[in-house]
């Protein structure tokens, strides 16, 4: 074997004990880092939607939900049995919000109100107010699953755009990916299955960039010279009226992204400005930027006029 060829897999090996390591250390507990603190985060993604659940953990979660809860039953949540689901007014300053109380243990609360972003912040500042300390999802997940691949996979599925690209994720969590991991390390200290484990350890990598678009969308950009029917196209494509379409060339001056999903994976339809020769400085500036999403483009779809030479 070359020394050209050597030298990326001595790379990839090293890479496969980094995660064996990693692997290893998965048994911390990352509450450790916030130990005796009550730990307060928004599970549900930001944003519009029905419902907001806010997960609430700690020494103290029961004794400060009783503050600012009243149940339809005037009975503290302190006196609810585990499990059970209770109902009731969240009382803040601003007035009171209809809420849903769930005591899952004995230091812990699901505090489920209306969706959007107003009600669960007001939610998460009372609970602030009264010491409970922020946290993000990520350091939930890691909280509530020991290892660290299933909880990043978890973490990430709340932050797709599509059931399908959250399914892929969640596909995740039950330990494919640990256990691919965990197949590299038993074989890659045995020579005979040395080039098996860096086929694997490619495959691995490869992938990175899928999981990368299942959170961010595949960039589509439509690009063309001016006035040559992009606006129509990318309009038709979401089904509204997204951009502006006028017969007069150089309608569209800034770069237009909208997302939506194509066969349920999500993507980002991006309409550029026209190219061609700009005469003033706003033209210039949309021509270039066009030029730049074409170059950070997944697909470029480049329409033309047919009745116009190519």
């Not at 678009?213 to 990318?234: C, D, E, M, T």
């Not at 026209?274 to 021509?287: F, K, N, P, S, T």
Request: net charge neutral.
């Amino acid at each position: 074997m070359t020394k050209s060829h050597d030298e990326p897999i001595r790379e990839s090996l090293g890479s496969v004990a980094d995660l064996c390591s990693l692997r290893r250390k998965s048994g911390t507990d990352p509450l450790s880092l916030c130990e005796g603190e009550t730990v307060a985060c928004l599970l549900t993604a930001r944003g519009r939607g029905a419902v907001a659940t806010i997960w609430l953990k700690g020494h103290k979660a029961i004794e400060i939900v009783d503050q600012f809860f009243r149940a339809r039953s005037g009975r503290p949540l302190s006196a609810a049995t585990h499990h059970r689901i209770v109902y009731g007014h969240w009382q803040h300053e601003s007035g009171f919000e209809d809420v849903v109380v769930v005591r899952s243990t004995a230091d812990t609360v699901e505090i489920h109100s209306h969706g959007g972003t107003i009600a669960p912040q007001l939610v998460l500042s009372a609970l602030c107010k009264a010491g409970a300390m922020q946290v993000d999802p990520q350091q939930v997940f890691q909280i509530l699953h020991a290892n660290p691949w299933q909880a990043a996979a978890i973490s990430a599925a709340t932050q797709a755009a599509t059931l399908q690209a959250a399914d892929r994720f969640l596909a995740n969590a039950d330990g494919r990916l640990v256990r691919a991991i965990d197949e590299v390390c038993e074989t890659i200290g045995v020579h005979a299955y040395r080039a098996d484990a860096i086929q694997r350890l490619t495959a691995l990598a490869d992938s990175y960039a899928f999981g990368l678009r299942l959170v961010r969308g595949w960039q589509i950009a439509i690009a063309g010279r001016p006035n040559v029917g992009k606006s129509s196209l990318i309009n038709r494509l979401l089904g509204y009226q997204r951009s502006i379409v006028f017969d007069q060339p150089g309608t569209t001056r800034d770069v237009l992204i909208e997302a939506t999903a194509i066969a349920g994976w999500p993507v980002r339809i991006c309409d550029t400005a026209g190219l061609r020769w700009a005469e003033g400085e706003i033209e210039r500036m949309g021509v270039a930027r066009a030029k730049d999403t074409i170059d950070s483009a997944d697909l470029t779809i480049w329409v033309s006029d047919l009745s116009q030479p190519w």
